[in-house]
């Protein structure tokens, strides 16, 4: 069997090594950038592994998923942590009740964590529009309201939380508890001792697989390439382009990343420090954390949300109603099509963690 994948991101990756290891099967893996990897890819600044396009955190519930990434590399057992600036104080997202008692006086600190752990118990997650429908919490659910998701909102995906899906508040919940963690519900954490690239570089050391960078899909008959000639043909890219937009564009969010080298130790206290109201950044990634690395320097990067633009790199599908009506036409167009697969965030338009993207990939595997 002969296969095109499209895409050297996480799931193409994960495709291309299943499909040569298990199966013994021929693979032409083409990506329209220089390096392996998607937006997951990592490079050496001085020693310090930076994160090339934001911060990206493994992190899983699944035992499958944790058992196949870290067949490629040991796994440096990194927690990640979050902190914001809220009224010009450091404390964790999401807003838990260590961040209550460092916001509000103590003694209302106290009555909050009682009304919440009576109406909700100890250790929920509770999505931002669940607590404001409770109106013995309207105080602090309109303070969290304002302080940590609403102006936030409004820079990363340009509209009022209202208008997205509601998993979107369910990815950042409010925790009735004192784990300050992102992600306390997942057992599986860290990032590749060697990084993410190095990690990629050993999924696809076998030789039925061939690598072309720097390669557009739509490049691919002028190099004397007949995608038709392929038995299997696995898209990661924008489902959208692949149709030459007969239905119109999709809608994206992007980034515009400013990376620099700082000649002192340290520039903040933590990897990762969101700024929800403040700045038209919403976070600056400070990379030496994600390892612990020992320096006399320092990496960050501001992160600036942006509009996408043709041209511009696509980094997340929108989470609107309307976004999901106008990809049902794209989707309904695909399942015309025989033997070619629409994988990732942009050929399936889904806002994937990178767990996810293993899943899913794993699970078209496992179908084929």
Same mark, same amino acid.
């Given at each position: 069997?002969?296969?095109?994948?499209?895409?050297?991101?996480?799931?193409?990756?994960?495709?291309?090594?299943?499909?040569?290891?298990?199966?013994?099967?021929?693979?032409?893996?083409? =990506?329209?950038?220089?390096?392996?990897?998607?937006?997951?890819?990592?490079?050496?600044?001085?020693?310090?592994?930076?994160?090339?396009?934001?911060?990206?955190?493994?992190?899983?519930?699944?035992?499958?998923?944790?058992?196949?990434?870290?067949?490629?590399?040991?796994?440096?057992?990194?927690?990640?942590?979050?902190?914001?600036?809220?009224?010009?104080?450091?404390?964790?997202?999401?807003?838990?009740?260590?961040?209550?008692?460092?916001?509000?006086?103590?003694?209302?600190?106290?009555?909050?964590?009682?009304?919440?752990?009576?109406?909700?118990?100890?250790?929920?997650?509770?999505?931002?529009?669940?607590?404001?429908?409770?109106? $013995?919490?309207?105080?602090?659910?309109?303070?969290?309201?304002?302080?940590?998701?609403?102006?936030?909102?409004?820079?990363?995906?340009?509209?009022?939380?209202?208008?997205?899906?509601?998993?979107?508040?369910?990815?950042?919940?409010?925790?009735? *508890?004192?784990?300050?963690?992102?992600?306390?519900? =997942?057992?599986?954490?860290?990032?590749?001792?060697?990084?993410?690239?190095?990690?990629?570089?050993?999924?696809?050391?076998?030789?039925?697989?061939?690598?072309?960078?720097?390669?557009?899909?739509?490049?691919?008959?002028?190099?004397?390439?007949?995608?038709?000639?392929?038995?299997?043909?696995?898209?990661?890219?924008?489902?959208? $382009?692949?149709?030459?937009?007969?239905?119109?564009?999709?809608?994206?969010?992007?980034?515009?990343?400013?990376?620099?080298?700082?000649?002192?130790?340290?520039?903040?206290?933590?990897?990762?420090?969101?700024?929800?109201?403040?700045?038209?950044?919403?976070?600056?990634?400070?990379?030496?954390?994600?390892?612990?690395?020992?320096?006399?320097?320092?990496?960050?990067?501001?992160?600036?949300?942006?509009?996408?633009?043709?041209?511009?790199?696509?980094?997340?599908?929108?989470?609107?109603?309307?976004?999901? *009506? *106008?990809?049902?036409?794209?989707?309904?167009?695909?399942?015309?099509?025989?033997?070619?697969?629409?994988?990732?965030?942009?050929?399936?338009?889904?806002?994937?963690?990178?767990?996810?993207?293993?899943?899913?990939?794993?699970?078209?595997?496992?179908?084929?």
């Amino acid at each position: 069997m002969r296969n095109l994948i499209v895409g050297a991101g996480l799931s193409g990756l994960v495709l291309a090594e299943r499909l040569a290891n298990d199966r013994g099967e021929e693979v032409l893996l083409i =990506d329209r950038r220089d390096h392996i990897g998607g937006n997951c890819a990592d490079k050496d600044w001085g020693g310090i592994l930076v994160h090339s396009y934001g911060a990206h955190i493994f992190h899983t519930k699944s035992p499958k998923v944790w058992e196949y990434i870290t067949r490629f590399s040991l796994f440096y057992p990194y927690m990640h942590k979050v902190f914001g600036l809220v009224q010009g104080q450091l404390v964790p997202v999401p807003f838990n009740l260590n961040a209550l008692y460092a916001i509000f006086p103590h003694a209302l600190a106290k009555e909050l964590e009682s009304t919440l752990l009576r109406t909700f118990g100890f250790g929920s997650r509770v999505s931002i529009l669940e607590l404001r429908k409770h109106k $013995e919490l309207e105080m602090i659910a309109e303070f969290i309201y304002e302080n940590i998701f609403y102006h936030y909102t409004l820079k990363q995906w340009q509209c009022r939380p209202e208008e997205l899906d509601p998993s979107v508040f369910a990815r950042v919940p409010i925790l009735i *508890a004192k784990d300050d963690r992102y992600f306390p519900a =997942d057992p599986y954490q860290g990032i590749p001792l060697e990084g993410y690239s190095a990690a990629f570089a050993k999924m696809i050391t076998n030789k039925r697989i061939e690598v072309r960078l720097g390669v557009e899909f739509s490049e691919l008959g002028s190099r004397g390439i007949d995608v038709g000639a392929f038995d299997r043909v696995f898209y990661s890219g924008a489902i959208d $382009e692949y149709f030459s937009y007969k239905f119109g564009e999709l809608p994206y969010r992007s980034l515009e990343l400013k990376t620099l080298r700082l000649e002192r130790e340290y520039f903040g206290s933590n990897s990762v420090i969101n700024y929800p109201k403040n700045y038209d950044f919403t976070r600056i990634i400070e990379h030496k954390y994600f390892l612990d690395t020992k320096s006399p320097h320092t990496i960050i990067t501001y992160e600036y949300p942006k509009k996408w633009q043709l041209g511009d790199e696509r980094y997340y599908p929108m989470p609107t109603q309307a976004a999901k *009506a *106008a990809y049902e036409a794209y989707a309904n167009e695909a399942k015309s099509l025989k033997n070619v697969f629409f994988i990732g965030r942009l050929g399936a338009y889904q806002y994937y963690d990178m767990d996810k993207a293993i899943e899913a990939a794993l699970n078209l595997y496992a179908s084929l």
